[in-house]
């Protein structure tokens, strides 16, 4: 997650969109540790793969 963070320069929902393939509201849960869909875990783990982020 910190370094998820580092990536962006701001939390506005089309930054998080943009960078990450996620909506606000999964941002969120990211954040705070609560459980997300396993599709959207899947995507963004294949996108942050791609990054290099993980």
Known sequence: MAKMRSVITCQKPEVIQTHFGIGLNTWVKLRE???IRHSVAERLMQR???DQLI
Do not use: D, T, W, Y
């Open 33 to 35: 540790g609560k459980a």
């Open 48 to 50: 942050l793969q791609r």
